[in-house]
């Protein structure tokens, strides 16, 4: 906050304390107590009588609680207060506490083998739960994915399958790099391979520019996608030779691909959520596999 304006909330509230003990101090006293102040309505007469003590006093005492309230507490301005409170510093002692509670409980989990922790009722609800808070954005809340979001519940892997390499990608996360290749293909070119990709993932097509897109293939392609397009997770690079598409399955989608390349990340998530909620993780994300 800058400076002017702390010293704007400074005053400000101040000034309120102030002058809210003011008013109550001019109401301390009444000129005439006993008598009326010459109000009368359908008969009913105003006393003109002070306040009772125990309403004064307790306006003082909330007066005086806020001023040490503010002493304590940042909340004057810039003022960081005599007690060391910080937002941050809340949210982290809470979260001590929270992994003081749990951790144990996380790390009872890590010792037992990703294929067996899968069949775990209870670790798996816990896997849903952090599977809610953490990745439903992005992958879904049942994990079916969106245009961009794999989805996770089919066979399909980009990065692979394996306990240990669905592990790495959610600790380290992941980063896709598909080149762009409009320029060194040229639209001629973009057409001819999309036209070959269609064709490796089973569609009809015309056969003359498949033959034609199947060189260029080879020669620019199969490094990550593999001669028969199967994929290769080393690259993160997807099958192409069957119907299932991250960026979506028409013509137009897939040249789109090819021309201007993709890169999708996955966020690293080791430091967010350590290695024991990894694991659970791991073990949910496998548990999601249609059978
Ligand atoms: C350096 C490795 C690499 C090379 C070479 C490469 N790709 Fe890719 N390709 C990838 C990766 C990685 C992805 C996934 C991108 C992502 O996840 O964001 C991908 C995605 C695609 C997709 C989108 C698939 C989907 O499911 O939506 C198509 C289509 C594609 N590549 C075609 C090609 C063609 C055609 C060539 C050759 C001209 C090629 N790629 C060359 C790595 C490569
Ligand atoms: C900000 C969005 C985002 C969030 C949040 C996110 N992911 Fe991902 N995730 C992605 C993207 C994008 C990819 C695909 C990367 C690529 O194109 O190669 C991916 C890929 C993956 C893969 C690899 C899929 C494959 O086919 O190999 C797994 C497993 C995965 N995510 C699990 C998770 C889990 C578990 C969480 C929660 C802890 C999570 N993701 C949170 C965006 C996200």
Request: charge should be negative; charged fraction near 15%.
């Amino acid at each position: 906050m800058s400076n002017a304006f702390s010293w704007f909330v400074i005053i400000g509230t101040l000034g309120s304390l102030l002058a809210f003990f003011l008013i109550l101090y001019m109401n301390r006293h009444t000129s005439n107590p006993g008598k009326t102040t010459g109000h009368s309505y359908d008969g009913i007469e105003e006393y003109d009588n002070p306040m009772p003590a125990w309403w004064f006093w307790g306006f003082v005492i909330s007066i005086l609680f806020g001023i040490g309230y503010l002493l304590y507490f940042p909340g004057l301005g810039n003022f960081a207060g005599f007690g060391g409170w910080t937002q941050v510093g809340a949210l982290e002692s809470a979260q001590d506490d929270a992994d003081e509670r749990y951790g144990p409980l996380f790390a009872q989990y890590a010792a037992i083998p990703v294929d067996e922790l899968r069949q775990d009722a209870a670790a798996m609800r816990m896997g849903r739960r952090l599977f809610a808070t953490n990745c439903s954005v992005c992958h879904g809340s049942a994990g079916t994915g969106s245009e961009g979001f794999p989805n996770l519940t089919d066979h399909e892997w980009l990065w692979g399958s394996d306990a240990e390499q669905i592990k790495t990608t959610i600790m380290n996360g992941r980063v896709a790099m598909m080149p762009a290749w409009g320029p060194a293909l040229q639209e001629q070119g973009v057409q001819e391979v999309a036209e070959y990709v269609m064709q490796l993932s089973g569609r009809e097509v015309n056969a003359e520019l498949a033959s034609a897109g199947k060189s260029r293939y080879d020669m620019f392609c199969v490094a990550c996608h593999g001669p028969e397009g199967a994929g290769q997770p080393m690259m993160g690079a997807p099958a192409l030779n069957n119907e299932i598409w991250l960026y979506g399955n028409s013509r137009l989608r897939i040249e789109d691909a090819i021309r201007n390349g993709r890169s999708g990340q996955m966020p690293a998530f080791a430091e967010r959520l350590g290695e024991d909620k990894v694991h659970i993780l791991s073990a949910y994300v496998k548990s999601l596999q249609q059978q």
